[in-house]
Antibody
Framework: EVHLLESGGSLVQPGGSLRLSCAAS????????MSWVRQAPGKGLEWVSA????????YYADSVKGRFTISRDNSKNTLYLQMNSLRAGDTAVYYC???????????WGQGTQVTVSS | EIVMTQSPATLSVSPGERATLSCRASQSVNNFLAWYQQKPGQPPRLLIYGASTRATGIPARFSGSGSETEFTLTISSLQSEDFAVYFCQHYYKWPPLTFGGGTKVEMK
């Protein structure tokens, strides 16, 4: 059974940094592209970033480009999202998602809450 | 960026009735379209990909249709567990990947 467990979310001040992690199990992690998708309180879904199975290709939404960095450690079956220069608009639940095939998301984690506030 | 627009924002349906949800893309996305269901406090769940292929374990009462810019998710006979928010998402010529704003299916 596929399982994605996010961690690292917390309350952080504007301008601060945070690193999210996603521990994956139940599938061959190194064979799948992965993404982060976020959802602000009471709002819709926003794709944030994607990473190829090898880790060599990265993609970002314009809203986070230059501030967030996605990475993975295939030896640890873990996906990361380094978030710098955080803003109030980054407040959201962040979901780790498995890319089924070139952009649709077959499995989602339960999410981790990130709150940016002073 | 391809903008996805869903309608209606809210759909009031009685159990057992048919629900029809629409999703429009600002430009052709071929059939690179997925649908998700989200219940309160839960992550989204994949229902449909490739515009019409049901994901594993999804009941047959859920069906997807359409191509290019116009797509439909149909729930043939609404069950109590189907009251939720539904999102469409394109995955054609990305980044970025974009979602529609969602349709809330509520009990009439």
């Amino acid at each position: 059974e596929v399982h994605l467990l996010e961690s690292g979310g917390s309350l952080v001040q504007p301008g601060g940094s945070l690193r999210l992690s996603c521990a994956a199990s139940g599938f061959t992690f190194s064979s799948y592209a992965m993404s982060w998708v976020r959802q602000a309180p009471g709002k819709g879904l926003e794709w944030v970033s994607a990473l190829s199975d090898s880790g060599y290709s990265t993609y970002y939404a314009d809203s986070v480009k230059g501030r967030f960095t996605i990475s993975r450690d295939n030896s640890k079956n873990t996906l990361y999202l380094q978030m710098n220069s955080l803003r109030a608009g980054d407040t959201a639940v962040y979901y780790c998602v498995q890319d089924g095939s070139n952009g649709w998301f077959g499995y989602w984690g339960q999410g981790t809450q990130v709150t940016v506030s002073s | 960026e391809i903008v996805m627009t869903q309608s209606p924002a809210t759909l009031s349906v009685s159990p057992g009735e048919r629900a029809t949800l629409s999703c429009r893309a600002s430009q052709s996305v071929n059939n690179f379209l997925a649908w998700y269901q989200q219940k309160p406090g839960q992550p989204p769940r994949l229902l449909i990909y490739g515009a019409s292929t049901r994901a594993t374990g999804i009941p047959a009462r859920f069906s997807g249709s359409g191509s290019e810019t116009e797509f439909t998710l149909t729930i043939s006979s609404l069950q109590s567990e189907d009251f939720a928010v539904y999102f469409c998402q394109h995955y054609y010529k990305w980044p970025p990947l974009t979602f529609g704003g969602g349709t809330k299916v509520e009990m009439k």
